[in-house]
Each structure stands twice: as structure tokens, then as C-alpha cells.
């Protein structure tokens, strides 16, 4: 199953549409919203100690590479390869990722 990224969820939430696929915790304290929404039908996915830890090494190669990302992305992606779960978004920064680690992004 795949993962959604934020700005999906409010898109989704603002036109009123199901989200029939995973959420990270990380999205949850992004936009609360989405816990109360009669629409979601995935999951949370919990943040685990792993993922901190995958949080600070994929900083550490974005930082050699020039192009450092804040937190809450770095958790997601983490959470994302740590579960070997597709990544849907707009971000592109999740690009910068994707390339020094093995998160599989899908664009829309």
C-alpha cells in the first residue's frame, strides 16, 4: 500500500474525497484534521525509534550533497523506506531523498 504525504491529505480532506491509503504519524500533527475525518480508511503509521535513527542519517548524506530537508520530511521518508512503502506527494524535495536513499517517490 502506498503512503500519503500531507499535502494530499488536506487536498483530499478539501474536496471531500476517501483516503484509502496509509498516513504517517508525522502527517497527523501536520493537519489533526484528518482524525476526525469520516473518509479515512488507512492507517497511521506510528514513528518508531528506527525511523529517528533513518531521520539523521538521510540528513547527514543530504547535508554532504548540499541540500539539508526540515524534520518532518526527513520522518516521513524514513518512515516511508523503513516499511518499504511508496511515498505519494507533490514535494518534490522528497526527490533530494530519493536519490541518496532507496524511498520510492511517485509524483502527482
Do not use: H, W
Not at 497527523?28 to 535513527?53: C, N, T
Amino acid at each position: 500500500m502506498s503512503v500519503i504525504d500531507t499535502n494530499i491529505v488536506i487536498e483530499r480532506v478539501k474536496r471531500g474525497q476517501e483516503i484509502t491509503e496509509n498516513v504517517t504519524e508525522v502527517s497527523i500533527a501536520e493537519f489533526p484534521p484528518v482524525m476526525d475525518y469520516k473518509k479515512f480508511y488507512g492507517k497511521v503509521l506510528i514513528i518508531e525509534r528506527d525511523d529517528v535513527l533513518m531521520a539523521i542519517e538521510l540528513q547527514k548524506r543530504l547535508r554532504v550533497v548540499g541540500r539539508p530537508k526540515c524534520f518532518a520530511d526527513l520522518l516521513i521518508a524514513s518512515i516511508c523506506i523503513n516499511r518499504n512503502e511508496e511515498l505519494v506527494t507533490k514535494d518534490v524535495d522528497f526527490l533530494d531523498i530519493e536519490k541518496i536513499s532507496n524511498l520510492r517517490v511517485r509524483m502527482v
